[in-house]
């Protein structure tokens, strides 16, 4: 184990006083990714809550975003215009309730808007109105500036590193788990 004086060292030390016996190397890497998650989703919301938007908010933005190309014209994924709720959730990695949610504050908010699917009116397609467009073209390039100093602290090797190391991480979780 490494001799880091992160808080997750400091719980492992307390671990294996009290539980000599046990193997702690689950603390070790879940510990560390769930206390990196806990931060980054307090520090990634700041830029953004300083324009009045939450990252789940933001998320389904760039969700919608990313549906309609540079141009904001609906890219063929599928070959209807926008993203149903169930697809953002999806998308998104957050329950159908909660969407729904969001997109309700986004709708209030004049940056989405919903429409019907002609062919099942309980199915709705949502879509990024014109200013819904204007703010993620805004804030994604800003997000990402801001993103990208939090982990400038790693040599760049080393970020490519965790990267991959996450990427298969997580890929033996979703084949664990079934894709959830």
């Known amino acids: 184990m490494s001799e880091s004086r992160d808080v997750v060292a400091g719980a492992l030390r307390q671990w294996e006083i009290t539980y000599p016996g046990l193997d702690f190397e689950?603390?070790?890497?879940i510990g560390r990714i769930s206390r990196c998650a806990t931060l980054l989703q307090e520090v990634t919301e700041m830029p953004l809550g300083r324009e009045g938007i939450s990252r789940t908010e933001f998320e389904l933005l760039c969700a919608l975003r990313r549906a309609g190309g540079p141009t904001g014209e609906a890219v063929p994924v599928p070959e209807i215009e926008g993203r149903t709720p169930s697809q953002l959730a999806r998308?998104?990695?957050?329950?159908?309730?909660?969407?729904?949610?969001?997109?309700?504050?986004?709708?209030?908010?004049?940056?989405?808007?919903?429409?019907?699917?002609a062919r099942d009116r309980r199915v709705a397609h949502l879509t990024l109105t014109e200013s819904g467009r204007e703010l993620a073209d805004r804030l994604i390039p800003q997000q990402l500036s801001y993103e990208k100093e939090l982990i400038t602290g790693l040599p760049e090797a080393k970020r490519a590193d965790l990267a991959r190391?996450?990427?298969?991480?997580?890929?033996?979780?979703?084949?664990?788990?079934?894709?959830r």
């Not at 949610?101 to 986004?106: F, G, S, T, Y």
């Not at 908010?109 to 429409?115: F, K, M």
């Not at 190391?165 to 894709?179: D, M």
């Open 26 to 29: 689950p603390v070790a890497v």
């Open 91 to 117: 998308e998104t990695y957050a329950s159908p309730a909660a969407v729904t949610k969001r997109v309700r504050a986004l709708e209030e908010r004049g940056l989405v808007t919903r429409r019907s699917d």
């Open 165 to 179: 190391i996450l990427s298969e991480f997580l890929l033996v979780l979703e084949g664990q788990l079934g894709g």
